[in-house]
């Protein structure tokens, strides 16, 4: 069976500091996963992706994360938070069967001035 | 435009009416996939199609909810007698393989209030 835990459901950071958002994940196969980002009224946008390749993945704006096979972890990092980053993130797991794409039920980012 | 194109952005239908949902996905990709999501909660699956053949709809949450991609671009949803329990943001997403490592694009969605 497939399933995504995102651990938090809001996080709050001040800007310019540090940004954690934990993902873990379980998949009977080799998965591939994704971090999306969602602004309100808006739809989601790709972050950033592991698939199988290296294991530290670089996305967009400044974001990282991850791939810890041993932990089923995928969180994503940043730095240093600006206000822009604030928004929802979900972080979305693929097993390598093919067509799902399993949503976790996403982080809400406050970036406080 | 190079994106996922949803329309309308916003629908608002009066219970008992049927509503029509278009998205035009990325041009040449091959997947197309719907999915519904409620206020404050993430996106849950609807349905699938891999070029115009519908894969997968096991998500669909009733028979009143219809969606098809004739030629393998241009996909509808539809939902019949549409219900209060029907309002959520529709999202569309396209994908170029639909493989795992293929991410998917996603719309802006349509969000849909039924009074």
């Known amino acids: 069976a497939q399933s995504v835990t995102q651990l938090d459901s809001h996080v709050s950071v001040s800007e310019g500091t540090p940004v954690l958002l934990r993902c873990n994940y379980s998949s009977s196969y080799s998965p591939s996963l994704f971090w999306y980002v969602q602004h309100p009224n808006k739809g989601l946008q790709l972050l950033l992706k592991y698939t199988s390749a290296a294991t530290l993945v670089k996305g967009i704006n400044g974001f990282e994360a991850e791939f810890k096979k041993s932990e089923t972890s995928f969180h994503l990092t940043k730095p240093s938070a600006h206000m822009s980053d604030a928004a929802e993130y979900f972080c979305v797991v693929s097993p390598d069967t093919g067509n799902q794409f399993y949503f976790g039920t996403g982080t809400s980012l406050t970036v406080i001035p | 435009g190079a994106g996922v194109s949803q329309s309308p952005r916003y629908k608002v239908a009066k219970r008992g009416q049927d509503v029509a949902l278009r998205c035009d996905p990325i041009?040449?990709?091959?997947?197309l996939f719907w999915y519904q999501q409620a206020l404050g909660q993430g996106p849950e699956f609807l349905t699938y199609f891999q070029n115009e053949a519908q894969l997968d709809k096991s998500g669909l949450p009733s028979d009143r909810f219809f969606a098809e991609r004739p030629e393998g671009s241009v996909s509808t949803l539809k939902i019949q007698r549409t219900q209060q329990e029907d309002s959520a943001v529709y999202l569309c997403?396209?994908?170029?393989?639909?493989?795992?490592?293929?991410?998917?694009?996603f719309g802006n969605g349509t969000r849909l209030t039924v009074t």
């Open positions: 997403a396209s994908s170029r393989t639909g493989q795992s490592n293929s991410p998917l694009h």
């Open positions: 041009s040449g990709h091959v997947s």
